[in-house]
Each structure stands twice: as C-alpha cells, then as structure tokens.
C-alpha cells in the first residue's frame, strides 16, 4: 500500500475519532441537561439555584449512567463505533488501491517499459475502466492511444530504413558492375555506356533528392518559392511534356479548363512534380487506347483539380497505402521505374501549400483530387 493510500487511512481514522468524541460530548450534556430538569421539578428548585445541589445531581446522573451501562446497551453502541472507526479507514483504503492505485501502478510499469524501447507496452483496461469516464481511465486510454502511434512510428522508420538501404543498393550496384566491367575490358568504354552510366546516376540522384524534399516537407522546413500563378498555365505545361508519352499508348488527354483564370500561391516547381507525379501514374495505368481527362474549376475561393483515368481503379490496398514511402501496387514492377516515392512526395508538397489531395475510383476508373486555395 503506498504512502498515500496510508495517508487516507489515518487521515480517516481521526476523522472518525473526532465525529465519535463529539457524540460523546453530546450525549454527556444531554444526560446532564436531562438531570438538571429533573431535580429541578422534583425539588421545586429553580435552575439558577441548582448549584448547590449539582453535586447531589452529579452523583444520580452517573448512578443512573451505570445503570443503563449494566444493560449493555451503550457498551453495543461504543462497540459498533469502534467497529466502524477501524473497518471504514481499511474499505477506504481497498476502494482506493482497487480504482486509483492498481491502474496508476500499471501504467507506470508500461510507461517503464515503453522508456526502454518495449513499444508494445499497454496498460490492462478491463471491461470496468472501459465503462468509466473519470480522469484516471481517461488517461490510461489516452497513453495507449500513444503508445500505439508510437509503435506505428517505429514500424514505419525500421520500414523506410530497408526501403531506403535497398532503393539505395540497387543502383550503387548497378553502377558498380558496369564500372567493374570497364576497368577489366569486359564492357567497352564508350558514349552508349557512358550514357547508361549516367542514366544511373540521375536515378540514385533523384532517389536522394526526393528523399531529401519529402522530409523537409514533412518537417514543416521546406522552402518555396511561392508566386502568383495560373492554374491553367501549369496545367497545359505539363500535359505538354506528357504528350508523347501519351502518344506512344494512343492515350487521349482531355484538358477541361475555365476561361476565366484561376490564380494560386504556389511554387510552381513544387506543383510542377506534384502535377507530373499524378499524370504519369495515370499513363502508366492507363490502357492503350484509353483517356485521361483533367477538370479544373473554382468554388468559393477554391481551385479543385480532378485527374481521372480510364484504367482498372484503385485497389483497395492501393487506396490506403498510396501515401505510404516506397509503397508500389502490385501491378506495377521494379521494373516499371521509378522509386515509390512519387505519391507520398505529392501529398507532403500539396500539404506545404494549405491543400489536400485524396485518391478515389469513379465510373470510368482512378481519380486523384486535388484542393487549393486561390487568390
């Protein structure tokens, strides 16, 4: 038992130590009050003049205490007093360790443990603590709920750390290799190797670079460089850029845009890859002889843009660990390119500019949403 709980039980027992003497002068006073207006009808004296006869008084007031003391009724009484006065501070006590103590103790154990590194560690909550609403089972959730993030954190660090070591490995290798085989004759040193190479290079480059924005976003530290933009400006920059690769599938790309213009504050570097990143996963989704259709209006000083495809959908899976780093679908290979973190790069950018993105499926296939604030 802590020192509390101690604390509560003796601060109890006098409580009940003083209610009893204050029964007991009580009942003393009532006894002598009873006595004096007795002798005083009995004698015919008045009260004011009792003085001389409270001796006398004194002396029939504790004959007939002893009296009533022999039948044992008072002795019961005094006996039940004592009885509460011991039992009440103990159940007090059991009350206490059982609702406040016990989950306390448990929590501090988890919480040691948690401080260890043991992100597994929850505090018992059993159907009673569920049922309560007080501050102690509040916090007993609420540390739980933390300690399930946390390990949620730490799974996806250890995740991102392989991914990163193998994203990483991959291209060093294919580097190395190559550059082995040039040093022992076996690849001939020429423009085309050199180019390969190179393509290499720019790989492991842009793997770094991604990595690199993608934290600083996420930290809340990345810069931009914000200016008054065009929305539709941007939007026909892009899908020209992606014209022959759309071309090559026999890919139709449909741009529905408003006369009027729609400004935005915006890096447009930054939206620029977001933009890229969300129509060439539309292109490599989307079947030959299909099309991508881009809406943009304005709604209430807001810009919605819609990228819709008309490829087989989000899966289920893809729907909720497409912002995930390094998360690639099923369908789509190593080889395919690309690092895995294209989607999650463009949700951190999109959120550095006060916007949402949100992946849906529509009737004719994929549809990524786009929301800004306009000037």
């Not at 590194?117 to 909550?125: H, Q, T």
């Not at 959908?313 to 290979?333: H, I, K, Q, V, W």
Request: net charge negative.
């Amino acid at each position: 038992m802590t020192l509390t709980l101690w604390g509560v039980v003796l601060f109890t027992a006098f409580m009940v130590f003083l209610v009893l003497a204050i029964i007991t002068e009580a009942y003393f006073k009532s006894m002598y009050q009873h006595s004096t207006e007795i002798l005083s009808q009995r004698f015919g004296i008045p009260a004011e003049q009792l003085e001389k006869v409270v001796q006398e008084a004194g002396t029939r007031a504790e004959a007939v205490l002893e009296w009533r003391l022999t039948r044992g009724d008072e002795g019961e009484f005094f006996l039940i007093l004592l009885a509460v006065t011991v039992l009440l501070p103990f159940l007090l006590a059991w009350w206490s360790s059982r609702r406040f103590a016990r989950p306390l103790t448990q929590l501090s154990r988890a919480a040691h443990l948690l401080t260890r590194g043991d992100f597994s560690a929850r505090v018992p909550m059993d159907k009673s603590l569920e049922r309560r609403g007080d501050e102690t089972a509040l916090l007993l959730k609420d540390f739980n709920q933390m300690a399930a993030s946390l390990e949620r954190l730490e799974q996806e660090r250890r995740y991102s750390l392989a991914a990163i070591a193998h994203e990483l490995r991959t291209p060093v290798t294919v580097l190395r290799g190559r550059l082995e085989g040039v040093r022992d004759g076996v690849l001939a040193a020429g423009p085309v190797e050199f180019e390969k190479l190179l393509g290499h290079a720019d790989l492991l480059g842009k793997l770094i670079e991604d990595l690199q924005v993608l934290s600083l976003a996420e930290a809340g530290a990345l810069r931009l460089e914000q200016q008054h933009l065009v929305m539709q400006d941007l939007l026909k920059r892009v899908a020209g850029d992606f014209t022959a690769k759309a071309e090559e599938k026999h890919i139709g790309l449909q741009l529905d845009l408003p006369l009027e213009p729609v400004r935005v504050n915006g890096d447009p570097e930054r939206l620029y890859q977001v933009l890229g990143n969300v129509l060439g996963n539309a292109l490599r989704h989307t079947p030959p002889h299909g099309h991508i259709h881009i809406q943009l209006v304005e709604d209430r000083q807001k810009l919605i843009l819609e990228m819709a495809d008309s490829g087989p959908g989000f899966t289920p899976e893809a729907l909720e660990r497409a912002f995930e780093r390094f998360y690639r679908s099923p369908d789509r290979g190593r080889q395919s390119g690309g690092s895995g973190l294209g989607m999650a790069l463009s949700k951190s950018l999109i959120e550095a500019h006060g916007g949402q993105i949100e992946l849906f499926n529509s009737s004719s296939g994929a549809c990524v949403r786009i929301t800004l604030q306009t000037q």
